[in-house]
């Protein structure tokens, strides 16, 4: 910016002079500044130049002045500083907007500085010059009341959208790990169910409680298989409710023990290692937000080769509905999975598995 050869008055030509008004450096030039100011010198500047006239187009930052010494101590800089660092960006955004300064100056120069105390003190020596108290002008503020204007809107949508977006986030975040915990709980309660249907899992819970309510089912059902001569492990074993005003009859039904299988039950065992509330992070950081989503993720990949091992792959939920036989008694009833007796020769033969769901 500025022009690289020396512009020089013409005798005998119409010699053309333009100045715009001095910007301050206690701000960042926005676009008010450059339409209300030096846009239109700017505009008279190319005319005149495309005519041919001898133009000088001549501006600067206006570098004295109480605002800049208040500017300097709000950003804790020296003024020379602070002129340094509001000179660059003024010149900056004027040479993005293609503005052809011939002269792009500072007022502190040593020549400006040897004029400008010349004549003052030429005017003092003269007795030009008086001190006199005055009143404050109500009206010298609403020189500068546009600028106090925008600088304020301007720091208040800041903080405002700072906020705002500050909010949404924490709101988001709290849907989303909601969501993942509600996710990990379902994975952890999987877990319990299958290592509760673990070989070992059955002797031990038998051993504590001879009279444990498994084994009452399961004698229940051998009743009724030699009754009936059914094979199938599947059976309903229903008892009247004595207070129940309608003889509702609930079905209670016992899930089959699992086939003792060293890979399955490592595969559950890591399963829950992963699940574990406990273990589970609740700091929103970015290195506990990455781990909770890589073992949410190694859980639901642990799930689902824990389903096609067991044969329970394309069962989504326990199947519930309500049924009324023909004299009016209204049933619960379960549905669930049967398992053959005689156990599977490959467990990761997943196309072979046996298991069907029966009602």
């Avoid at 340094?84 to 502190?108: C, M």
């Avoid at 229903?238 to 399955?264: D, F, H, I, Q, W």
């Avoid at 065992?269 to 190694?298: C, G, I, W, Y």
Wanted: aromatic content about 6%; charged content about 25%.
């Amino acid at each position: 910016m500025g022009s690289e050869t020396k512009i020089l008055p013409e005798p005998g030509k119409k010699n053309i002079l333009i100045t715009s008004a001095l910007p301050y450096v206690n701000n960042v030039p926005h676009l008010g500044n450059i339409i209300g100011s030096v846009l239109s010198a700017d505009v008279f500047s190319r005319y005149c130049k495309a005519r041919g006239l001898p133009t000088l187009f001549v501006c600067g930052t206006d570098e004295y002045g109480t605002a800049t010494e208040t500017k300097a101590l709000e950003e804790k800089l020296t003024p020379q500083q602070l002129c340094d660092k509001y000179y660059a960006l003024h010149s900056q955004v004027y040479e993005w907007f293609n503005i052809g300064f011939d002269i792009f100056g500072r007022t502190p120069t040593r020549q400006q500085t040897e004029i400008a105390q010349d004549i003052f003190l030429k005017l003092y020596k003269n007795g030009y010059l008086e001190e006199r108290v005055m009143e404050p002008d109500p009206f010298d503020g609403l020189l500068d009341l546009e600028e106090r204007y925008y600088q304020e809107g301007h720091a208040l949508g800041v903080a405002d959208g700072s906020k705002a977006g500050r909010i949404e986030g924490r709101v988001f975040g709290l849907e989303k790990g909601f969501e993942k915990f509600a996710a990990m709980g379902t994975l952890q309660g999987k877990a319990a169910v299958w290592a509760a249907r673990l070989p070992q899992m059955k002797e031990i819970g038998a051993a504590q409680d001879p009279f444990s309510e498994h084994d009452h089912l399961q004698k229940s059902q051998e009743e009724l298989d030699g009754h009936n001569g059914s094979d199938i492990n599947s059976v309903d074993l229903s008892r009247p409710e004595e207070n129940n005003p309608n003889n509702a009859r609930v079905t209670t039904v016992a899930l089959p023990p699992l086939s003792r299988n060293p890979r399955l039950e490592k595969h559950i065992q890591t399963l829950h290692a992963l699940a574990e509330p406990a273990s589970l992070s609740m700091q929103n950081t970015e290195d506990a937000v990455s781990d909770f989503d890589d073992r949410l993720k190694r859980a639901t990949a642990k799930v689902k080769v824990i389903e096609k091992i067991v044969g329970e792959g394309n069962v989504e939920a326990v199947l519930q509905g309500s049924d009324t036989s023909n004299n009016g008694v209204s049933e619960k009833r379960n549905v669930r999975l049967a398992q053959n007796e005689k156990p599977e020769s490959n467990l990761e033969d997943f196309g072979a598995s046996p298991h069907r769901a029966l009602s």
